[in-house]
């Protein structure tokens, strides 16, 4: 990758100034701030790919985010972002691209790696999977005994889970309501068993989701689906009709049985956190059809442009990164909450968990030197309004700082009575509660008596964006990902770390081997533990 000449993170002059500068705000209040501007409200927002986004209710003055802005410069923000668009192998303890963006690129664009343009290849795999799409939602594609294909099986985990399940949720309403749709992700037999318990193996599609087609998870749940529809349709040859491949590793998928005709490809250059708009959202194609989809993709394109070619002090994506890097470094921030007023986005804190942390949880820079700065916070979150029956009173009046990212929409999907504009009218005063709190002076004139009024009082002070969309569309919930894909693209620059690989979850892939074969020895097995895992296997063999 092009050496891109990088200062340590506290040496860099904008750090230096935004240290001193944080000094002096972390002792103003929203209410301050808001009150010097009137215009704030509206001046500290921007729109772009279908996305508002009101940031005024940020601990920040212009300064800061002159500041902010001059410390991603100095960072190398468009050069970095110039190097990943351009194929550039910047993941490198994996000497890979990242090209998720390739995979909605038009197909008028040219991104090459190692020399070839991938584009024609992303559009060769969308257009089989729309083949294929279309066969399912049409009934064409009949089971091994000529039934129609009713049910829909994803098997996959963490990066071939997470998006599909999330987008099938999220554009649900887009769906069709003829097909069932499952996703079985852990190796907890619970979760294949209950997976399956009420569909017929004559009638169920499953869609054995992995990159590497060696995950142990899914492995296991491919192989126990299998078993589990051959006791039924009792032929070897039934797997071409009821099992498909989605994969970069055609050897294993050839291995397992599956044609690998039925193969649906990706590449290295996708991340597995960066693939839902790749071959692994096949589920989401089927469901919302072809269309749909292309609406998805064209929704992360058109957020990819603003990204690429709008200044940072007007690019959404980098602003918001820019802020949790604000709030992570100089706030001692922890964590940010995520906390959509949109019940079909309800698993989408959960996507954004893996992307964000997988991404950002890192402790040393590209070099290789151990940070001595804060890295990727913890992300979090539920719909709203759930969570304001239960976590907000922490956000409201705990001692810890917690940026809410609200997310809501102008009209429902499913109008009923009253219920989208009480909808709204709790995001607007969630944020402005937060911001604004309330002061003793408030709480006593309310007759409150005075030994009742500490613990009503709303400190405020409490940092959100709000980010608003006319209507959940695929174009919009492709936009909205590939805001916060950015936004953690930005933040890893900041920081200097490789945001695209994850030794974490490679341990987590080899650790259980050794103890699997403890726990299932038929002689008892020499332990060499440390005393609690020797004494917590052996309690397991005991009683299991
Ligand atoms: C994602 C991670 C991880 C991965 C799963 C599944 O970025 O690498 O969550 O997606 O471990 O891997 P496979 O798709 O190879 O089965």
Redesign the pocket.
């Known amino acids: 990758m092009t050496a891109i000449k990088t200062v340590p993170l506290m040496e860099r002059a904008a750090w230096k100034a935004l240290k001193s500068h944080a000094d002096q705000i972390r002792g103003r209040h929203l209410r301050e701030l808001f009150a010097e501007d009137s215009g704030r409200g509206e001046r500290l927002t921007l729109e772009a790919a279908g996305l508002f986004v009101d940031y005024s209710k940020n601990r920040i003055t212009d300064e800061t985010l002159r500041l902010l802005v001059a410390l991603a410069e100095e960072s190398g923000l468009k050069a970095r972002t110039e190097a990943m668009f351009t194929g550039e192998k910047i993941n490198i303890t994996e000497n890979r691209a990242v090209l998720h963006v390739a995979l909605r690129a038009p197909k008028t664009e040219k991104i090459f790696v190692d020399g070839e343009d991938v584009v024609p290849g992303v559009h060769e795999v969308l257009d089989k999977m729309a083949g294929f799409a279309n066969r399912i939602r049409s009934g064409e594609w009949k089971g091994h005994t000529g039934k129609r294909i009713k049910n829909v099986v994803n098997i996959?985990?963490?990066?071939?889970?997470?998006g599909p399940v999330m987008a099938y949720e999220a554009l649900k309403y887009y769906s069709d309501r003829n097909l069932t749709f499952r996703f079985v992700s852990n190796v907890d037999g619970t979760d294949f068993a209950e997976a399956v318990v009420d569909l017929d193996p004559e009638e169920t599609l499953f869609l054995v989701?992995?990159?590497?087609?060696?995950?142990l998870e899914?492995m296991t749940n491919a192989h126990t689906a299998r078993d589990w529809a051959l006791l039924k349709l009792k032929d070897e040859k039934a797997v071409a009709k009821h099992f498909v491949a989605i994969?970069t590793n055609a050897k294993e998928v050839e291995k397992f049985g599956i044609d690998t005709a039925n193969m649906f490809g990706f590449w290295d250059w996708v991340?597995?956190?960066?693939?839902m708009d790749s071959a692994?959202g096949l589920s989401t194609m089927i469901a919302i059809g072809p269309e749909n989809f292309s609406e998805l993709l064209a929704g992360f394109h058109a957020m990819d442009v603003h990204f690429r070619t709008t200044p940072i002090e007007k690019n959404i994506p980098a602003l918001l990164g820019l802020l949790t890097v604000w709030y992570t470094e100089f706030f001692d921030a922890q964590t940010q909450a995520v906390l959509p007023y949109e019940q079909y986005l309800k698993r989408f804190p959960a996507y954004l968990q893996?992307l964000t942390m997988?991404s950002n949880g890192k402790h040393v820079t590209l070099d290789g030197t151990t940070v001595d700065y804060q890295t990727g916070p913890i992300y979090w979150g539920e719909p709203g309004t759930n969570g304001q029956h239960s976590f907000y009173q922490l956000i409201h009046q705990g001692t810890r700082l917690i940026p809410c990212d609200f997310i809501g929409f102008s009209k429902t999907l499913n109008p009923l009575g009253r219920h989208h504009d009480m909808l709204m009218a709790n995001v607007f005063a969630q944020a402005e509660a937060l911001a604004y709190g309330k002061t003793a002076e408030q709480v006593k004139a309310e007759g409150t008596p005075d030994w009742l009024v500490p613990h009503r009082v709303f400190e405020g002070n409490r940092p959100s964006n709000t980010i608003l969309a006319e209507k959940l569309t695929p174009r919009v919930l492709g936009s909205l990902v590939a805001l916060y894909e950015h936004a953690v693209f930005t933040q890893g620059v900041v920081w200097n770390i490789d945001s695209f690989d994850?030794w974490g979850?490679e341990l987590g892939?080899v650790l259980a081997t050794k103890i699997l074969g403890e726990l299932e020895a038929k002689d008892e097995p020499k332990l060499a533990h440390d005393s609690s895992t020797t004494n917590l296997i052996q309690r397991y063999r005991k009683t299991k």
């Open positions: 996959g985990i963490g990066g071939s889970d997470l989701a992995s990159k590497t087609f060696t995950t899914t994969s991340g597995g956190r960066y693939s692994i893996q997988e994850q979850v892939k």
